[in-house]
């Protein structure tokens, strides 16, 4: 059973950081690209970055460039984004899932909120 487990989140000053790791299980993990996606209250869920398997290339969203950097550990199972300089328009629920441009898994974790208010 695929799974995926998002944590990280939290609440943070504009300006601030936080790193969110997604841990993956019931899958190939070092084969499969990973996306992490947001979904703000009202709005559509979106893409936030990419990575390839091996981790050579990363993808992001204009809104993010320059402040967020993703990358994977496949001996864990992992991948991370880490946040810089957050801003107000970053608070959303953030999930990550299979596919590094668009969600290729039907099912979503539980996600992690992330609140960027002072």
């Known amino acids: 059973q695929v799974q995926f487990v998002e944590s990280g989140g939290g609440l943070v000053q504009p300006g601030g950081s936080l790193r969110l790791s997604c841990a993956a299980s019931g899958f190939t993990f070092s084969r499969v690209a990973i996306g992490w996606y947001r979904q703000a209250p009202g709005k559509e869920r979106e893409l936030v970055a990419g990575?390839?398997?091996?981790?050579?290339?990363?993808n992001y969203a204009d809104s993010v460039k320059g402040r967020f950097t993703i990358s994977r550990a496949n001996t864990k199972k992992t991948v991370y984004l880490q946040m810089n300089n957050l801003e107000p328009e970053d608070t959303a629920m953030y999930y990550c899932n299979a596919g590094r441009f668009i969600p290729l898994l039907r099912d979503w974790g539980q996600g992690t909120q992330v609140t960027v208010s002072s």
């Open positions: 990575i390839t398997t091996g981790g050579d290339s990363t």
